[in-house]
C-alpha cells in the first residue's frame, strides 16, 4: 500500500515537471518565431530598399545591365 502512495506521488511529481518543462519550451518556440517574423520583414524591407536603388541608378541608361525582380515574401502577421 506504501508503494502504491509513493508511486502514485512520484508520478504526480513527474507530470508537474513535464508540464513545466513544456511551458518553457512553448516559450522559447514562440520568442523563435518572434525574431523569425521580425528577421523576414527586415529581410523584406532591405530588398525593397535595394530594388528601388537599383532602379533609380538605372534609370537613366536605355537597357540597363540587369533586370531587378522585386520579389518580398508575403509577411504572415499570426493574429
Do not use: W
Not at 24 to 53: F, P, S, Y
Amino acid at each position: 500500500m506504501y508503494f502504491l502512495q509513493q508511486s502514485r506521488e512520484n508520478s504526480g511529481l513527474a507530470c508537474q515537471m513535464l508540464h513545466k518543462v513544456q511551458q518553457h519550451t512553448d516559450k522559447q518556440k514562440q520568442e523563435q518565431k518572434k525574431k523569425r517574423k521580425q528577421k523576414r520583414i527586415r529581410h523584406a524591407v532591405v530588398t525593397c530598399m535595394a530594388a528601388t536603388l537599383i532602379n533609380t541608378l538605372t534609370r537613366g541608361r536605355r537597357k540597363p545591365f540587369f533586370y531587378i525582380s522585386m520579389r518580398i515574401n508575403v509577411i504572415k502577421l499570426d493574429t
